[in-house]
C-alpha cells in the first residue's frame, strides 16, 4: 500500500502519494494538472496576492502552465510566458540556463524563446510556479527573466515545500512537508 499524505489547500483536499526520490527523502506527489478545481481556487486565491504593477506572468513547463493561464485571465493579461524544459525547433535565438531542481535526477535547462525575451525587455514579471522546494527551478528563472532584462516583482506558488516555507520572497497558499526515509 501507498503511503499518502492529506493536503488541505483552502476548502480543497487532496491525498498524494508519497514517493522517494532519493535514498534519503520523499515528496508527497502533488501534480495540478487536469484538477480543474484546485486550479482554478488556486489562481483565485494567488490573484489576491498579485503585485498591483506588473506586466507578465512567467511560468515553468509543464504544471504551472494551467496556474498562469487562469492567472492570466483573472487580472486581465493577454499573455503569458512559459518557460520551456529544452529548446524548441522553432525557437528564434532561445535563452538557456541550467536547472537543478529536487524532483528531476538528470541535468535540465531552461529554455526561453527570443520572441518571448524581446516581449520581457524592461517588463515586470511575477513567476508562477505549482510548487517551490529547493529553489532551483526559481533561481533558473529568475536568471532567464534578467538576462531578457527584465525585473522580477513577484514570485507565486500554489505550494511551498521543505525549507522554502521559510523564504520571505515567495507567497504561497499551503505548505507541503519533505519525508525523510
Given at each position: 500500500?501507498?503511503?499518502?499524505?492529506?493536503?488541505?489547500?483552502?476548502?480543497?483536499?487532496?491525498?498524494l502519494?508519497?514517493?522517494p526520490i532519493?535514498?534519503?527523502?520523499?515528496i508527497?506527489?502533488?501534480?495540478?494538472?487536469?484538477?480543474?478545481?484546485l486550479t482554478?481556487?488556486?489562481?483565485?486565491?494567488?490573484?489576491?496576492k498579485?503585485?498591483?504593477?506588473?506586466?507578465y506572468?512567467?511560468?515553468?513547463?509543464?504544471?504551472?502552465?494551467?496556474l498562469?493561464q487562469?492567472?492570466s485571465?483573472?487580472?486581465g493579461?493577454?499573455?503569458?510566458?512559459?518557460?520551456r524544459?529544452s529548446?524548441?525547433?522553432?525557437?528564434?535565438?532561445?535563452?538557456t540556463?541550467?536547472?537543478?531542481?529536487?524532483?528531476?535526477?538528470?541535468p535540465?535547462i531552461?529554455?526561453?524563446?527570443?520572441?518571448?525575451?524581446?516581449?520581457?525587455?524592461?517588463?515586470?514579471?511575477?513567476i508562477v510556479?505549482?510548487?517551490i522546494?529547493?529553489?532551483?527551478?526559481?533561481?533558473?528563472?529568475?536568471?532567464?527573466?534578467?538576462?531578457?532584462?527584465?525585473?522580477?516583482?513577484?514570485?507565486?506558488?500554489?505550494?511551498?515545500e521543505?525549507d522554502?516555507?521559510?523564504?520571505?520572497?515567495?507567497?504561497?497558499l499551503?505548505e507541503?512537508p519533505?519525508?525523510?526515509?
Open positions: 500500500m501507498i503511503k499518502t499524505y492529506q493536503l488541505q489547500v483552502g476548502p480543497l483536499t487532496r491525498r502519494p508519497v514517493m532519493s535514498d534519503t527523502m520523499a508527497a506527489s502533488f501534480v495540478l494538472l487536469g484538477d480543474a478545481e482554478d481556487y488556486a489562481a483565485e486565491a494567488l490573484a489576491k498579485v503585485p498591483a504593477e506588473f506586466d506572468f512567467v511560468t515553468l513547463e509543464s504544471k504551472g502552465i494551467p498562469a487562469e492567472l485571465r483573472l487580472t493579461h493577454q499573455e503569458y510566458v512559459v518557460l524544459k529548446v524548441k525547433d522553432y525557437m528564434r535565438a532561445p535563452l540556463v541550467p536547472v537543478k531542481a529536487i524532483t528531476t535526477s538528470a535540465q531552461l529554455a526561453l524563446d527570443g520572441a518571448d525575451a524581446d516581449k520581457l525587455v524592461a517588463k515586470r514579471v511575477v510556479d505549482d510548487v522546494s529547493s529553489g532551483g527551478s526559481l533561481s533558473a528563472a529568475e536568471e532567464l527573466v534578467n538576462q531578457a532584462g527584465a525585473t522580477v516583482v513577484g514570485r507565486l506558488a500554489i505550494l511551498a521543505g522554502a516555507v521559510k523564504r520571505t520572497d515567495i507567497d504561497y499551503a507541503l519533505l519525508f525523510p526515509l
